[in-house]
Structures are given as structure tokens and as C-alpha cells.
């Protein structure tokens, strides 16, 4: 294994494990080093730090283990069963609930890594060339959990690994292969489009704040913007909301939405798709027309360098709900920018709604759910931020 050494007094944050080593931080590279490949980190006085996978940009190391020069031989199953019993604690696993997600990379101390769980199929991303390489180890690994019952594994990372890394991953089943695609959330049944949905096919990570709006929901019109699969207008459907329009400029996405709504309220009147842009929908709508409104758009700022664009954005699709929506109505927005810490997007809504005059105050401030846990070393797990707010 090769060795890579820190620049003097840069091994503090690995002490206090935060998982990530920066290329500032390095001293010394060995020249023959490749993309991906296990390195042990050491001071600059020689002191072992950990062991993790090297890869080429800012975040050189992301570090799997703490004070050892190497991994376990069972490494990945000994994590994956952690993960899993953690799941279990959660309550996570049960008749009506078969999707969550298994690992949530750092947080579950395995950097670089997402699995989520529909039903007996794991979808696999990996986000670093060190976790693609040990993607057939994992697969096998995630098989050898018994109480899980995974019979396939989906390997989907063509979007997510590092471009300049020239890795050309192929999205496709490393063990088992597709038997059906219906997974079960709160006792709500949604097609997962794995294969060619965004993410693993699902935002699993709204669960707890779907289940939130549904006890909103009654005697509601509810506007679902972004509504992608359509998981906040199902819950509103089941929660007795009197009409459901969901939006979403892909037609693609409208069409799953209808599937998942007719999966579970077949011919029901109270719910339209609408495959149009929501910032048009949203300036073209009429004034009162709904008094419940979910905006859960994509990350408008993935990178710093979007960061003042991303919040500017923000900022206007706010201040439009606010402009439009119902007196005593409920809005849940969220941002799920990691770049965007919780202070950016509150001063974004809240400037919004200064700019609208409305009275607006909080009733919820929310978050990513359980499943997807921060590490206490490592704050920038968090990335899901949102607010339900009551609007006079």
C-alpha cells in the first residue's frame, strides 16, 4: 500500500475524523499513485492517520478507517451491517415500508458511497473512482446481509463519479437482474424508475416530510411544484386534499406522477398534471387558487460558483408562492443545495417574504430524515434544508 504524507500541523481535522483529506494538506505524493487506489495517511512525523481512497481534485483522500494501516479483510460487510442495524432502530423496515436508504456515505462512514433499498433491489452510486473499483466487494457484501433478503443489485453511477476520473462506468445489474419495480413508502405504493430516473429513482430522503404534509392536506388544494415522481402529491391524495396539481417541466416525470397516482387512487378526479415550466405556471396561475404549495425544486446551486445565481433563484420562486397563495395557507419549501447552508436558504425565504408583505410565520423547520445521517465529524453532510410556513 502506498503512503501519502501531510504537510506539518495538517493532520488536526483527520484527528478529529473528519473523513476528508484535502491537496493543500499533502506534503507528498508517491509518483506512481493511481485514481482510486488505497493509500495509508500518515503526519508529517510518521504517525499512522488512516487508510482511504485516493483520488486526483480538491478532496484527495476520503479516509475509511482512523489510526489503522489497513482495512479488515470483511471491511464492507462489517459497515454494511451497521448500517443495516441502524435501519433497523429507525423502524425503517417493516410491511409497509420496504424503501430507505442503507448508506448515506460519510454519515455512515463509507465516503463516496449511496445505497438505497426498494424492496429486495439495492441501487448502488458510487461518487469517487475508489468506491467504483470496489464495486463487485460491496455488491457481494450487500447479499451477505440475511436479514435484508437483497436479491439484486443495481450498479448506477454513469452521473455521479468524478468526469476528469475517465472511469466510463456502465449503468447495470452487478448481481441479480429487474423483477419489478414497485416499492412501498408509509403503506403508499411508487414505481421507482431506477434504470433512468434521477437519482436511484427516488428522492427517499422526503419521506418524513411527505408523511408531514399529508396531516396538512385535508380539505387542501395543494400545488406540487417539481413534483418529479410525485410522492407529495400521492400523501396529499391520501391526507383528503379536495384537488392535487402536480408540475413539472419534464413530461416524462408528469407521466410517472399520473402511474404513481393511479397505483394508488385509480380514476381519481381530484388530481391533473400539468408538464409545463414552474416559473411559468407559477406567474400565469391565478391569485387564491391553492392554499397548500410544496416547492421542491432541484438543487439551484450545485457548485460555489452558483451559489449567488442559486439564491437569487430562490429567492423569486418564494416570493411568487408567497404573491399567489391562499390567505391562511401552508407553504413547504425546501432547498437541497449543499452549498446553500440553512442561514443562506432561511434568509433567502425570508427576504421573499418581506418583499410580498405577507405575514408569514414558522411552523416546522425541517431536514433529511434519519436514513440519511450526518457524521458529527463531518458537518457538510447536511444538505436537505426546508420550512412549512403559515402565510396570513
Not at 32 to 44: P, Q, R, S, T
Amino acid at each position: 500500500m502506498k503512503t501519502i504524507k501531510l504537510k506539518p500541523k495538517k493532520e488536526e481535522s483527520v484527528l478529529r475524523h473528519h473523513p476528508w483529506v484535502f491537496s493543500g494538506a499533502i506534503s507528498t505524493l508517491p509518483p506512481d499513485i493511481e485514481e482510486g487506489e488505497l493509500v495509508k495517511v500518515v503526519a508529517a512525523d510518521g504517525k499512522t492517520l488512516g487508510v482511504g481512497h485516493y483520488q486526483i481534485g480538491s478532496i484527495a483522500v476520503r479516509l475509511l478507517q482512523f489510526g489503522e494501516d489497513k482495512l479488515p479483510q470483511d471491511f464492507f460487510l462489517q459497515r454494511l451491517r451497521s448500517a443495516f442495524r441502524l435501519r433497523q432502530t429507525l423502524q425503517l423496515i417493516r410491511p409497509d415500508n420496504n424503501c430507505f436508504r442503507l448508506v448515506h456515505g460519510e454519515g455512515d462512514f463509507l465516503p463516496g458511497l449511496v445505497i438505497d433499498i426498494y424492496g429486495d433491489t439495492a441501487v448502488m452510486q458510487a461518487h469517487s473512482p475508489g468506491m467504483h473499483f470496489e464495486r463487485m466487494k460491496i455488491a457481494q457484501a450487500l447479499t451477505e446481509l440475511p436479514e435484508a433478503r437483497i436479491r439484486n443489485v443495481y450498479y448506477k453511477s454513469e452521473t455521479t463519479l468524478p468526469f476528469k476520473a475517465r472511469l466510463d462506468p456502465q449503468n447495470d445489474y452487478l448481481i441479480g437482474r429487474f423483477d419489478g419495480n414497485v416499492a412501498i413508502e408509509n403503506g403508499l405504493k411508487f414505481n421507482i424508475d431506477w434504470l433512468r430516473g434521477q437519482k436511484t429513482g427516488f428522492f427517499v430522503d422526503q419521506r418524513e416530510n411527505r408523511a408531514l404534509l399529508e396531516k396538512f392536506a385535508a380539505g387542501r388544494k395543494v400545488l406540487n411544484m417539481f413534483c418529479y415522481t410525485g410522492g407529495f402529491s400521492v400523501y396529499a391524495m391520501r391526507g383528503g386534499a379536495l384537488k392535487v396539481d402536480s408540475v413539472d417541466s419534464s413530461a416524462k416525470a408528469a407521466a410517472l406522477t399520473d402511474a404513481n397516482i393511479e397505483l394508488n387512487f385509480p380514476d381519481d378526479p381530484r388530481h391533473s398534471t400539468h408538464a409545463v415550466d414552474a416559473f411559468k405556471f407559477l406567474a400565469e396561475m391565478d391569485k387564491d387558487a391553492y392554499d397548500l404549495i410544496i416547492l421542491d425544486p432541484p438543487a439551484f446551486a450545485k457548485h460555489r460558483s452558483a451559489l449567488k445565481n442559486g439564491l437569487l433563484g430562490y429567492r423569486k420562486l418564494n416570493a411568487k408562492a408567497f404573491e399567489k397563495i391562499k390567505s391562511g395557507g401552508i407553504l413547504f419549501t425546501f432547498s437541497c443545495s449543499q452549498v446553500v447552508t440553512r442561514e443562506m436558504f432561511r434568509l433567502a425565504v425570508f427576504t421573499a417574504a418581506a418583499q410580498s408583505g405577507r405575514k408569514v410565520r414558522i411552523l416546522h423547520q425541517l431536514t433529511q430524515p434519519a436514513d440519511h445521517p450526518v457524521d458529527i465529524s463531518h458537518p457538510e453532510g447536511e444538505y436537505l434544508k426546508g420550512l412549512v410556513l403559515y402565510v396570513e
